[in-house]
């Protein structure tokens, strides 16, 4: 039987979509090249907006149109956060949420012989351990993820995450080194530690997020290490100092903001203000040499006045992110901030987001000038339509050149000499 698997959100629901594929490959399934023609379908869910569950739902309603007699899986983030709500199974014939990934066979060996939708989604446990899974090969051909964290513990008042990934939980040591180690062995070179909470990897062992970083960069074979999106929660001088030492580290920070305002801060339960965040900023400015920083900003929260968001503004401008992702505050049933009075205008939502991206947008051109001139070292990966080879530098910059003798998969040294709002053009 042939499967397809169409992901949805976050570099943690890609790393746990490969693991299904392995596990269906060691299985003796084969991956459709469409969901058209498979006879499993699997959505990897996101939760993170309502219109990330509008996604999913016009989806699976896709794929049944189109393909009424294949086998539609429902999993990840949605179905665990909105588990007693029945609409949400529709059109699905499994469903699981976030802590049977690994039973997958034995479900659709049950479907098969059954003939009934199964619904199968367990709670999380406050004492829930790490759920064992471990990746060979990745997606994509010279980049490679390791999830080594799951959970979060903060409860932001507008985030339904924590009941659809329970509380923290860390891989150990050295299962992260075995994983870095198969993946090097299979010609990956970079490595992307991801997490939901990154930044609290190991508090359960007085560990922190560089004790991983680490064990990657001493993988033989293994040139980058990076990390996915982290909060600045934990992020202190000595860890960041620490990261610096690490030849292999790339200094790309995706450090999430969420809002440029102490007020709005406040109200969504995040536990900074905007002096610890660009403190760790000045930070990562004077210990690393040409770092990125990048974001995301919410516009629109609950009780946002003029005021508020004008600071969001201010303060983005006066960080300088190399790039941003500006959303409106999206409501969600279950969270703190669905019940709080003063909930924003969906009209001024979208106006005040169109004026942030501009701003952002002003901000990420001036990043990529101040690239030009530089010469990086860049790991090639895909060759475009155009013929333009493309990769990344260290910083996380895109760029691209043309030139035939540029292999995917190797560095080189690339000279930047155009910028574009994207990306910079470069020679070798």
Same mark, same amino acid.
């Given at each position: 039987?042939?499967?397809?698997?169409?992901?949805?959100?976050?570099?943690?629901?890609?790393?746990?979509?490969?693991?299904?594929?392995?596990?269906?490959?060691?299985?003796?399934?084969?991956?459709?090249?469409?969901?058209?023609?498979?006879?499993?379908?699997?959505?990897?869910?996101?939760?993170?907006?309502?219109?990330?569950?509008?996604?999913?739902?016009?989806?699976?309603?896709?794929?049944?149109?189109?393909?009424?007699?294949?086998?539609?899986?429902?999993?990840?983030?949605?179905?665990?956060?909105?588990?007693?709500?029945?609409?949400?199974?529709?059109?699905?014939?499994?469903?699981?949420?976030?802590?049977?990934?690994?039973?997958?066979?034995?479900?659709?060996?049950?479907?098969?012989?059954?003939?009934?939708?199964?619904?199968?989604?367990?709670?999380?446990?406050?004492?829930?351990?790490?759920?064992?899974?471990?990746?060979?090969?990745?997606?994509?051909?010279?980049?490679?993820?390791?999830?080594?964290?799951?959970?979060?513990?903060?409860?932001?008042?507008?985030?339904?995450?924590?009941?659809?990934?329970?509380?923290?939980?860390?891989?150990?040591?050295?299962?992260?080194?075995?994983?870095?180690?198969?993946?090097?062995?299979?010609?990956?070179?970079?490595?992307?530690?991801?997490?939901?909470?990154?930044?609290?990897?190991?508090?359960?062992?007085?560990?922190?997020?560089?004790?991983?970083?680490?064990?990657?960069?001493?993988? /033989? +074979?293994?040139?980058?290490?990076? %990390?996915?999106?982290?909060?600045?929660?934990? @992020?202190? &001088?000595?860890? !960041?100092?620490?990261?610096?030492?690490?030849?292999?580290?790339?200094?790309?920070?995706?450090?999430?903001?969420?809002?440029?305002?102490?007020?709005?801060?406040?109200?969504?339960?995040?536990?900074?203000?905007?002096?610890?965040?660009?403190?760790?900023?000045?930070?990562?400015?004077?210990?690393?040499?040409?770092?990125?920083?990048?974001?995301?900003?919410?516009?629109?929260?609950?009780?946002?006045?003029?005021?508020?968001?004008?600071?969001?503004?201010?303060?983005?401008?006066?960080?300088?992110?190399?790039?941003?992702?500006?959303?409106?505050?999206?409501?969600?049933?279950?969270?703190?901030?669905?019940?709080? /009075? +003063?909930?924003?205008?969906?009209? %001024?939502?979208?106006?005040?987001?169109?004026? @942030?991206? &501009?701003?952002? !947008?002003?901000?990420?051109?001036?990043?990529?000038?101040?690239?030009?001139?530089?010469?990086?070292?860049?790991?090639?990966?895909?060759?475009?339509?155009?013929?333009?080879?493309?990769?990344?530098?260290?910083?996380?910059?895109?760029?691209?050149?043309?030139?035939?003798?540029?292999?995917?998969?190797?560095?080189?040294?690339?000279?930047?000499?155009?910028?574009?709002?994207?990306?910079?053009?470069?020679?070798?």
């Amino acid at each position: 039987m042939k499967y397809y698997i169409m992901t949805l959100g976050c570099k943690v629901n890609q790393y746990e979509s490969e693991v299904m594929a392995e596990l269906l490959n060691q299985a003796g399934y084969i991956k459709a090249e469409s969901y058209q023609d498979s006879d499993i379908n699997i959505v990897n869910s996101c939760t993170v907006t309502a219109t990330g569950d509008a996604k999913n739902r016009k989806l699976i309603r896709r794929i049944r149109r189109e393909n009424p007699d294949s086998i539609i899986i429902l999993c990840g983030c949605m179905p665990q956060a909105f588990f007693d709500d029945i609409s949400v199974f529709e059109g699905c014939d499994i469903v699981m949420g976030n802590t049977a990934r690994r039973d997958i066979i034995p479900l659709i060996e049950e479907f098969l012989m059954e003939r009934r939708q199964i619904i199968r989604i367990g709670e999380h446990q406050n004492n829930e351990a790490f759920e064992p899974m471990r990746i060979n090969a990745f997606n994509e051909r010279t980049r490679a993820c390791i999830k080594i964290e799951d959970g979060c513990n903060r409860f932001c008042t507008y985030c339904i995450i924590p009941y659809a990934r329970g509380r923290v939980r860390s891989k150990e040591l050295d299962e992260i080194r075995k994983e870095a180690e198969a993946l090097a062995e299979n010609g990956f070179k970079e490595i992307v530690l991801v997490g939901i909470n990154l930044s609290a990897y190991g508090q359960e062992w007085d560990l922190n997020v560089y004790d991983a970083v680490k064990v990657v960069c001493q993988t /033989d +074979g293994i040139e980058r290490v990076r %990390l996915g999106s982290i909060e600045p929660e934990r @992020m202190t &001088a000595d860890i !960041l100092s620490a990261l610096s030492k690490e030849p292999k580290f790339c200094p790309h920070f995706h450090l999430s903001l969420q809002a440029g305002c102490d007020t709005t801060l406040k109200r969504m339960h995040r536990h900074y203000d905007t002096a610890e965040y660009a403190r760790i900023v000045a930070d990562i400015r004077r210990l690393f040499d040409n770092p990125s920083i990048t974001t995301d900003v919410m516009v629109g929260f609950v009780g946002e006045s003029e005021e508020d968001f004008n600071a969001s503004v201010s303060f983005t401008d006066e960080i300088g992110f190399a790039k941003t992702h500006v959303f409106p505050y999206s409501r969600r049933k279950g969270t703190a901030a669905d019940k709080m /009075d +003063g909930h924003i205008d969906e009209h %001024l939502k979208h106006k005040r987001a169109d004026i @942030m991206i &501009a701003h952002t !947008l002003e901000q990420q051109r001036r990043f990529m000038q101040s690239q030009v001139g530089l010469t990086e070292p860049v790991l090639f990966e895909t060759r475009s339509k155009d013929g333009m080879m493309e990769g990344y530098t260290k910083n996380y910059t895109k760029v691209r050149v043309k030139d035939d003798r540029v292999i995917s998969g190797e560095i080189y040294d690339v000279k930047l000499t155009e910028a574009y709002d994207d990306y910079c053009v470069g020679e070798i």
